[in-house]
């Protein structure tokens, strides 16, 4: 699931714990160079937590989204980059569009 955020800047994904599958948060409180970027991130994280590309540092109290790391060949990162791409080329048009509404509202109350 992915949901737009209008006051949220930035991005976050998780695994959602009913099991249901995961959900991506995308801020569009940022130029659109940036909500452009967010979603490539998210969507690269989280096909390379699916293909079990992305690994926690261990021995640690807590963990962090800063400290994963990520450690693929070439070839998996070919595979999560087609993964990604499948779902970025469906939303960027409702990132498009999400994006221009909030800002077309945002400009009419000022």
Same mark, same amino acid.
């Given at each position: 699931?992915? &949901?737009?955020?209008?006051?949220?800047?930035?991005?976050?994904?998780?695994? &959602?714990?009913?099991?249901?599958?995961?959900?991506?948060?995308?801020?569009?409180?940022?130029?659109?160079?940036?909500?452009?970027?967010?979603?490539?991130?998210?969507?690269?994280?989280? /096909?390379? /937590?699916?293909?079990?590309? &992305?690994?926690?540092?261990?021995?640690?109290?807590?963990?962090?989204?800063?400290?994963?790391?990520?450690?693929?060949?070439?070839?998996?990162?070919?595979?999560?980059?087609?993964?990604?791409?499948?779902?970025? /080329?469906?939303?960027?048009?409702? /990132?498009?569009?999400?994006? &221009?509404?909030?800002?077309?509202?945002?400009?009419?109350?000022?």
């Amino acid at each position: 699931m992915i &949901r737009f955020v209008p006051t949220m800047g930035g991005g976050e994904f998780y695994f &959602r714990s009913d099991s249901t599958g995961y959900r991506i948060n995308v801020g569009l409180a940022a130029s659109w160079e940036k909500v452009v970027g967010t979603i490539i991130h998210e969507t690269l994280e989280l /096909a390379m /937590a699916v293909f079990r590309y &992305r690994y926690e540092v261990v021995d640690k109290p807590y963990s962090r989204s800063t400290e994963y790391l990520f450690f693929l060949t070439h070839e998996e990162f070919t595979r999560a980059c087609d993964y990604a791409g499948d779902l970025i /080329a469906v939303l960027l048009p409702k /990132a498009s569009k999400a994006y &221009r509404s909030y800002h077309a509202n945002k400009r009419r109350k000022t």
